[in-house]
């Protein structure tokens, strides 16, 4: 039975070597949500330079950290995610720095976007697209202005309100409604959002981001509170929605591309990075996601209809009193418990 | 056969009107011709996202091929090692009643254990085994994750099979001579088989559902079609999926046809010649 085994064994790891070689392929492997670039663009990109794309899709942030946290990340190049994972990524140690010298098109991003708390110094990530959260509503249908979150409490929007379905989104709203931060960490000021929050369940009609659209469209729902991406489309279906940069401030986010420290595929990740810098391909990506672009040379290839889209054209006044959601550590189970109860009403 | 009641019949059209909606409504999304991001409104008939699957966008026929592969060598492999297991177990117990059953409870629930670990401690535990042992095939790395869950379908559908089974048939054939093997053959996989093949069935099924094990399991590359559809929330999922998946429900609706079909000719043929023996 030993003999058996140990035979087993050496045959497994004399063919590991086999499985291994791979260093020398024109590939980039990348990990982020399915569809989240553009199959055209990523078609073109290896017509281009003969560097094949192999994407990994995941389904979620917390899923993909605890992947790369286990794993090292090996096996993939280049991983397209959130600012707060970011974060989370670099302290750890899980991606590398990038050569600036390989590209030619970095001096193509906007500032705005750039020497983030994930990343100061501009060192390891390529930021992709922007997007904030926003509310919109139907002028015809709400009796009154909405200018800001407090708004959202109010009584006359009983069931009425469709929005996007995120511990750290609903209660950071909550927390910047009465004045404090989004990334709020002390439990006393958490429990007193806690009690705010409460009474919003009964306006609310649509938790989710597809429901909370379809509810708009179909005017079950009168407001929302949606990412820019779904009020971007919600200007083609649904033109009677206006959009609220509310005064309280506007949460955003980054997405961005980051290089894993375990990649076998430098020079293909950086001259895939370099494409997506390329400034006519950074503007039909904003476009075909709905998201606020990042690149400051792409602007002049941006449509009319990008413009004149509220939604995703962010005027930088609104930019300067936004926030980005962090990670928050410790404090995550408090917002996580938090929201369960809420949700549990 | 008795007459149904109107109230029955009507309340059975609406379970199942309950039951289908879903389904119906993704066969006709799999045509609209609504092309946008998402495509909340039926605009129109349209075949254009059949035409794309099989274009090949997306890259949706791969992974289906790829979770159908993965889900017949499961299937196939956690089959022979289900039923063996489970006839070995049964024997066993059939065997040794002077022996204490400890053991055979003890395997008979690590058996079983693989369905109530949740899935996502099973997963990084397998991505966790797999890296260290440096085993770097996606396919061959799927295979054995799955193996690992779909071995307990198998297993206890067989034994509960053969647990109600009666003995003597084994020893008669014993008595009359055969070996064990041949015993193994012609009478208990015979038997076994029904139970062989829907526990092959419903271990198919969760092979080719499972998401959280295989996320985790699977390297780089495009993953399966569980992985890529979960993974399209972010920018909603293309109507091309509707498309496929109207196609596997198509076939899943003809592959239960045939199998009905085919059950009631053999069975129309073997009452046949039963009556043919009688009047003889």
Redesign the interface.
């Known amino acids: 039975m030993k003999k058996i085994m140990a035979l087993i064994l050496c045959l497994c790891l004399s063919a590991l070597p086999l499985l291994g070689l791979a260093e020398e392929e024109k590939v980039v492997n990348i990990l982020s949500w399915e569809g989240y670039v553009d199959e055209d663009t990523l078609n073109a990109f290896t017509e281009e330079t003969g560097i094949k794309v192999v994407w990994s899709p995941m389904e979620s942030i917390d899923e993909m950290l605890l992947k790369i946290s286990q794993s090292g990340g090996e096996g993939y190049d280049l991983i397209l995610t959130s600012d707060y994972s970011l974060d989370i990524l670099r302290q750890e140690g899980l991606i590398q720095k990038l050569d600036k010298s390989k590209f030619t098109n970095y001096g193509n991003l906007n500032p705005t976007y750039m020497s983030q708390f994930y990343d100061p110094e501009n060192e390891y990530v390529i930021p992709y697209v922007s997007g904030c959260t926003l509310i919109v509503y139907d002028p015809e249908k709400v009796p009154f202005e909405i200018t800001g979150y407090e708004d959202l409490w109010n009584e006359a929007l009983q069931d009425s309100i469709g929005t996007l379905d995120l511990d750290r989104v609903i209660i950071g709203v909550t927390l910047k409604s009465m004045g404090y931060s989004m990334n709020e960490t002390d439990p006393e000021i958490l429990a007193q959002a806690k009690e705010k929050l409460m009474p919003l369940y009964k306006n609310i009609r649509a938790f989710g981001d597809t429901e909370s659209y379809a509810a708009l469209v179909s005017g079950e729902a009168s407001v929302g509170f949606i990412y820019a991406s779904f009020a971007s489309l919600l200007q083609t279906d649904a033109p009677q929605f206006q959009v609220v940069y509310p005064k309280e401030g506007i949460g955003f986010g980054i997405d961005g591309f980051v290089l894993t420290a375990a990649s076998k595929h430098v020079d293909s990740a950086h001259a895939f990075l370099d494409y997506i810098m390329n400034p006519e391909v950074a503007a039909h990506n904003a476009e075909y996601q709905g998201y606020t672009n990042v690149n400051k040379a792409a602007e002049e290839y941006l449509s009319d209809a990008y413009w004149s889209n509220p939604a995703v054209c962010i005027p930088d006044d609104v930019m300067k009193g936004s926030e980005i959601v962090q990670d928050v550590g410790e404090a995550q189970s408090i917002y996580t418990d938090i929201y369960t109860a809420f949700k549990l009403q | 056969m008795k007459k149904h009641s109107f109230g029955s019949l009507a309340f059975m059209s609406l379970v199942l009107l309950v039951l289908y909606l879903p389904i119906i409504v993704v066969v006709v999304y799999s045509f609209n011709d609504n092309t ?3 495509p ?1 409104a039926f605009t129109g008939w349209s075949t254009r996202w059949y035409d794309s699957l099989f274009e090949g ?3 949706y026929l791969d992974a289906l091929w790829l979770s159908v592969k993965v889900a017949l060598w499961s299937v196939l492999i956690s089959g022979v090692i289900g039923t063996l297991g489970a006839i070995g177990m049964t024997q066993r117990a059939l065997d040794g009643k002077r022996r204490s059953g400890w053991f055979d409870a003890v395997m008979e629930s690590m058996v079983t254990l693989p369905i109530m670990i949740p899935e996502i401690i099973l997963g ?1 535990a397998f ?2 085994i797999f ?1 260290a ?5 996606n396919e061959a790395r799927l295979v054995m994750a799955h193996v690992t869950f779909c071995v307990p379908y198998v297993f206890l559908s067989v034994k509960s099979r053969l647990v109600g089974m009666d003995q003597s048939l084994f020893d008669a054939a014993r008595d009359l001579g055969a070996s064990s093997a041949r015993v193994l053959r012609d009478i208990t996989l015979p038997l076994c088989r029904p139970a062989i093949i829907s526990g092959s069935f419903l271990a198919l099924a969760m092979s080719m559902d499972d ?1 959280v094990i295989s ?2 399991v ?6 399966t079609l569980p ?10 999922v ?1 109507p091309v999926v509707n498309a496929l998946c109207s196609l596997m429900i198509a076939a899943a609706f003809i592959f239960a046809a045939l199998s009905r079909y085919l059950g009631a000719v053999k069975k129309a043929r073997s009452s046949r010649n039963q009556m043919g023996l009688t009047s003889e």
């Open positions: 946008a991001r998402i909340l966008r997306g890259g990084l991505m966790v890296n042992l440096g085993i770097r095939g998401f996320f985790f699977y390297g780089a590359g495009e993953g992985i890529k559809i979960y993974s399209s929330v972010k920018v909603g293309s």
